[in-house]
């Protein structure tokens, strides 16, 4: 650190040409740090080739996967005006999220820190460089969500987060795998053998999750979202086919009280539950600035789509309980069914990938105690062997968890808030106190709080409500 130091002072003196005599090197004018800011910005490559149009469907990939058919149940839990409010809530609190997780990388050192997503601000720099300075760097292989966790909470802050991030990537996971053996079981390819439908599941993820990073899963994402569109528009054919010529009307209050509520909430924060890979999906750019914008366009075309997609199926479907392709009849001998279940099945093999390869940048850097090698061959060959165990790992837990719905709904109360909606404004409050402005101190303070209560209340109640039925 000291020889850095040593480096930007001279590279100063160099550009700026000031006499020592007249402005001492322990003290930063403004042309001196305008030069340091330059200097250090300069140290800043990208590692990503994802353009900002493949991060917005990698982002709304992630997001639109089999979670999508439970909106119409959550829409008949929350009701008209809380799904529809809600949603573009929702959607505005993790765009709030991702940006203050970028700017959280305007206060870490300057040896550690990815390209910034805003504009450069001296004051705010240098008040972070000379602090956080002093601080030991963190273990080598930390993601950098983990190192801006280390730089604000230390070494116990760095453990609970890399839990908290393993039990999200990991619950996904295995509700996603959960789903898709279900599709896959009342179609003509299962095998009727819970484990080896499982095991061939595997075989397709394991190779889709090997890629270095989520940039190279743009295409992948783009027919994943296709052929999502393509299976509500069969559903809905099919919803309108059955209707009944009395429809019921929907109501525009939850039903159920705090219960409706909570399940609600449970299953469209799932749905959002990008703001955990905010940092992947920023590594991941040819142009990292952009992540904010990126963000915007996709998760307000996603709760968009999600309130066509909550309302249109729930009209259609209104005694619905579960997800939606229970509502297709489960004979073997028709086609469009079959179908459908196998095109969710390669949505959800689509969007594995997108929880896998995070998950896979953790654990590599955590369990893998063998020397760093530089042959690409023998670093590709450790990749996919991390991926394939995750896969395999989750297929094995996935034989004993609970149904789908309440999996997603566990998961997105717990998780997904805590990681999304708690820690974020935290890590900004802790690293920026020194040179924030009150109204942003402020409004971290509200979001944190807020963001206790929702994951607290509505984790108790699905965790209660998971209990009593399991209880019967």
């Known amino acids: 650190m000291a020889s850095t130091n040593s480096t930007n002072h001279a590279r100063v003196n160099d550009d700026t040409s000031i006499p020592m005599g007249e402005d001492s090197p322990l003290l930063f004018s403004p042309s001196r740090r305008e030069s340091l800011i330059t200097a250090v910005v300069e140290e800043e490559v990208p590692i990503g080739n994802a353009s900002v149009f493949a991060t917005m469907v990698n982002m709304a990939k992630a997001c639109m996967g089999p979670g ?15 799904h529809t409010v809600g949603l573009l809530a929702i959607a505005v609190w993790n765009i709030y999220i991702v940006r203050r997780l970028c700017q959280c990388l305007d206060y870490l050192p300057a040896t550690v820190r990815a390209p910034t997503v805003t504009t450069p601000n001296p004051t705010r720099k240098l008040r972070r460089d000379t602090h956080n300075n002093n601080k030991p760097p963190p273990p080598e292989g930390t993601a950098m969500f983990g190192q801006v966790v280390w730089y604000a909470l230390g070494k116990k802050g760095l453990f609970a987060l890399d839990l908290l991030m393993l039990l999200f990537l990991l619950g996904i996971l295995i509700a996603y795998i959960n789903a898709m053996r279900s599709f896959l079981r009342d179609t003509p390819l299962s095998t009727q053998s819970p484990l080896l439908d499982a095991l061939l599941l595997v075989a ?4 889709l999750s090997s890629v270095p990073h989520m940039g190279y899963l743009s295409k992948a994402s783009a027919l994943g979202l296709v052929v999502l569109a393509a299976t509500f528009v069969v559903i809905g054919i099919y919803g309108v086919q059955q209707q009944q010529q009395q429809s019921t009307p929907l109501h525009g209050t939850p039903q159920e009280g705090l219960w409706g509520i909570s399940q609600w909430f449970g299953s469209v924060v799932f749905s959002f539950g990008v703001a955990p890979l905010t940092y992947n999906f920023r590594s991941s750019m040819a142009d990292p600035t952009q992540m904010v914008t990126a963000t915007t366009v996709s998760l307000m075309s996603v ?36 179908l459908t279940r196998l095109a969710m099945v390669l949505v959800g093999l689509t969007t594995v990938p997108l929880l896998v390869v995070p998950c896979g940048e953790l654990l590599e ?12 061959n023998h670093h590709h060959k450790r990749r996919i062997l991390v991926r394939c165990g995750i896969c395999l790992f989750a297929v094995g837990v996935s034989l004993y968890v609970p149904g789908f719905v309440d999996v997603l709904s566990f998961v997105g ?60």
């Open 68 to 82: 999508c058919l439970v909106l119409p149940f959550a829409a008949r839990q929350g009701g008209l005006w809380l």
């Open 204 to 207: 397709i993820m394991g190779p």
């Open 303 to 338: 709760a968009l789509a999600y309130m066509g997609i909550g309302i249109f199926f729930w009209a259609l479907f209104p005694t619905l309980q579960g997800d939606l392709l229970q509502a297709l009849p489960t004979n073997q001998g028709f086609v469009w069914p079959s």
């Open 365 to 376: 850097g955590k369990l893998i105690m063998a020397p760093r090698s530089n042959n690409n």
């Open 413 to 472: 109360c717990c998780c997904v808030a805590c990681l999304g909606f708690c820690i974020p404004p935290l890590l900004h409050l802790l690293l920026g106190y020194r040179s924030q402005p009150t109204h942003s101190m402020i409004l971290d303070a509200v979001m944190l709080v807020w963001g206790i209560f929702a994951t607290v209340v509505s984790t108790t109640y699905t965790f209660r409500q998971i209990s009593t039925a399991a209880g019967n």
